[in-house]
């Protein structure tokens, strides 16, 4: 009980920090935003006037690229990727590996705040708007929305093991070069975020299939527009527990080698 | 002569800075694979975007891979000559700006002068790749004037992109901020110009013609190359790029001066 409180702390801080740094906010919703008018207007081109592609219409495949863009920014709100490897690189993060705490933990209760803030001031008010004023699709019954958000919030904590895992990577390489630019590419394609899984082609979408990063993206939101449904959500949900226990187990195993293998970088 | 005297300036302090950042020559690889990753990865999800629908708007993927080299090209340019200036905030903030006003040459000069960015090989490398292949693919007819159109376009795109950055920069003078909104405009902004301008609403391509001239590095005159139509706009509307991007380059720079002018150390 004491061990979560103490995190619980570290949400609470987060969220009050993130008040503070309010054109951060801003500047973070301007470029979502911008985003969100490029990929709408691409799958506007690419649809280009016809109901339905693939079995999917039109106006599930619009609600598809707002649901991610959405998800885009609840993900984008946490510790990034280069924060964590600059944390590594200073040297600061071996300060915390003096603390009681367990430091994986600790940056993910600390984003749970930062999220919430941005989900609270920014993201909810903005993509309810888009809701009321765009011809989307929301799912009709109860169930759908709370396996929904049990998905996205289960894809929340697959892309935050993934992350950190490669942040940590650097306490290795010391020079990440490629290496960020290979989660950026999977987390935008692999993950389904800009294109659904299934306009991939057949051999693509097997490989995504069998990757950890469709569970961030393209499971969610599919079963938000119903292209998952029934039965098939419990597999969905099923996958994604699966790769959460995976990805959290090699998130455990790369901290447990570095945090013995601090190397300190001079004074 | 004084240009004569910059130029020479230039070469022997940027000299210096290539040295140094070749010292680390494991960091200056993986950079340059860095960025070869990143923009193979914009190239492979245009080609799984068409892959079902075969065109965007009118444009097939070959004729978009040429639209994303033309952007890329100079940016690569751009990164060499002027990518530093988004981080003047930090210069000013750390009172390290100060000495770019206490040499005898003019401080913009100092400025654009004292980082010389490597890495941009990365970008070389993609653009040419893909020009030569797409040029294969789609028989552009490489004639004198095309060629001779093509570098005007590159050093327009360069003066284009260059100047937004400098624009950025100066932001800094009157709100000590300026990483920052590179990454919340221009970031987002060079995103759009990799598709198509058609696709987008009317609205966001005026701001793209005429307010960021964004739309002169590439995809007007991309149309004027591949000989395609430019909705809303006038057909030959790409052969201005190159003016265009003079003229924008003349009013950042007018804008940073009047910035500067605003200056005062932080003292520290």
């Known amino acids: 009980m004491g061990q979560l409180n103490m995190y619980w702390t570290f949400t609470k801080k987060a969220f009050l920090r993130s008040a503070v740094y309010r054109f951060e906010v801003w500047s973070r919703t301007g470029s979502n935003l911008i985003f969100l008018v490029m990929w709408g207007s691409i799958w506007t081109a690419l649809y280009a006037g016809r109901e339905e592609a693939a079995g999917v219409s039109f106006t599930a495949m619009l609600t598809y690229i707002v649901v991610s863009k959405f998800l885009d920014g609840v993900n984008e709100a946490g510790t990034p990727l280069w924060d964590i490897q600059e944390k590594v690189r200073t040297g600061d993060i071996s300060l915390e590996l003096m603390r009681p705490f367990d430091v994986p933990l600790r940056y993910l209760f600390a984003d749970f705040g930062s999220v919430a803030f941005y989900m609270l001031t920014a993201l909810l008010p903005i993509y309810f708007l888009l809701f009321l004023f765009m011809d989307l699709t929301l799912p009709t019954d109860g169930f759908t929305w709370i396996y929904f958000i049990l998905s996205a919030f289960l894809g929340f904590l697959i892309r935050y093991c993934v992350e950190m895992t490669f942040g940590l990577l650097t306490f290795f390489l010391v020079e990440t070069g490629g290496i960020e630019d290979i989660f950026y590419f999977a987390m935008s394609l692999l993950s389904g975020s800009v294109i659904p899984l299934w306009f991939f082609p057949g051999w693509l979408e097997t490989i995504a299939m069998y990757l950890p990063f469709q569970s961030i993206f393209f499971l969610p939101i599919s079963i938000f527009i119903g292209q998952i449904s029934g039965s098939q959500i419990y597999m969905a949900l099923g996958i994604q527990l699966f790769w959460l226990v995976v990805c959290y187990l090699i998130l455990r195993l790369v901290w447990n080698r570095a945090s013995h293998k601090v190397v300190v970088q001079g004074g | ?268």
């Open chain 2, 1 to 268: 002569m004084a240009i004569v005297k910059y130029i020479n300036l230039y070469f022997k302090l940027i000299g210096a800075g290539v040295r140094a950042q070749l010292q680390y020559r494991f960091a200056f690889i993986m950079r340059i694979i860095g960025m070869l990753t990143a923009y193979t990865g914009t190239a492979v999800t245009m080609w799984v975007m068409l892959y079902q629908f075969q065109t965007l708007g009118d444009w097939n993927f070959y004729e978009m891979l040429f639209l994303l080299a033309l952007s890329i090209v100079s940016w690569g340019f751009c990164i060499i000559l002027f990518f530093h200036f988004r981080s003047l905030d930090t210069y000013i903030l750390n009172g390290t700006f100060d000495r770019f006003l206490v040499r005898p040459i003019n401080p913009f000069f100092h400025f654009m002068a004292m980082k010389f960015e490597v890495s941009s090989f990365g970008q070389f490398i993609f653009s040419v790749v893909v020009l030569t292949w797409v040029s294969f693919e789609l028989q552009i007819d490489w004639t004198i004037g095309k060629a001779i159109f093509l570098l005007g376009v590159i050093v327009g795109g360069v003066l284009i992109q260059g100047g937004l950055l400098v624009i950025i920069s100066a932001l800094a003078f009157w709100t000590t901020k300026s990483e920052q909104f590179y990454w919340v405009a221009m970031y987002p902004a060079r995103n759009l110009t990799y598709y198509p301008l058609m696709i987008y609403p009317k609205i966001l391509q005026w701001v793209t013609a005429f307010v960021i001239p964004f739309g002169f590095v590439n995809y007007f005159p991309s149309t004027v190359i591949l000989e395609k139509e430019t909705p809303f706009f006038p057909d030959a509307i790409g052969y201005f790029s190159p003016l265009v991007g003079i003229l924008f380059f003349m009013l950042s720079y007018f804008i940073w001066m009047q910035g500067l002018k605003r200056y005062k150390s932080t003292g520290s």
